[in-house]
């Protein structure tokens, strides 16, 4: 069982950062792809970025060129850095394996960008 936890959520006012953080129970990120997904309300789950073991990242066209994906090695976390947040950027916030394990889903953070 692997418990992955997310933080660094809160509200923020449209164009600003936030930056998440991904951790998860016995130090295994690096040797899987992880993806941060995101759920607005009455709306599902979807993928916004994930890192494989190799580094090699995607992110969905909706937040590219705003949000981007790394991975620390050293704290062996995923960290998803948001850039020129919009209100539509309003999300429960999760990490997970990718494909994604459906036991494995923590808390998640919540991102509220609003004015």
């Known amino acids: 069982q692997v418990q992955f936890v997310e933080s660094g959520g809160g509200l923020e006012q449209p164009g600003g950062s936030l930056r998440l953080s991904c951790a998860a129970s016995?130090?295994?990120?690096?040797?899987?792809?992880t993806g941060w997904y995101r759920q607005a309300p009455g709306k599902q789950r979807d993928l916004v970025a994930k890192?494989?073991?190799?580094?090699?990242?995607y992110v969905a066209d909706s937040v590219k060129g705003r949000f981007t994906i790394s991975r620390d090695n050293a704290k062996d976390t995923v960290n998803l850095q948001m850039n020129n947040l919009k209100p539509e950027d309003t999300a429960v916030y999760y990490c997970n394996f990718f494909p994604a394990i459906s036991g494995y889903w923590g808390q998640g953070t919540q991102v509220t960008v609003s004015s």
């Open positions: 016995g130090s295994i990120l690096s040797t899987h792809t």
């Open positions: 890192i494989d073991r190799g580094d090699i990242t």
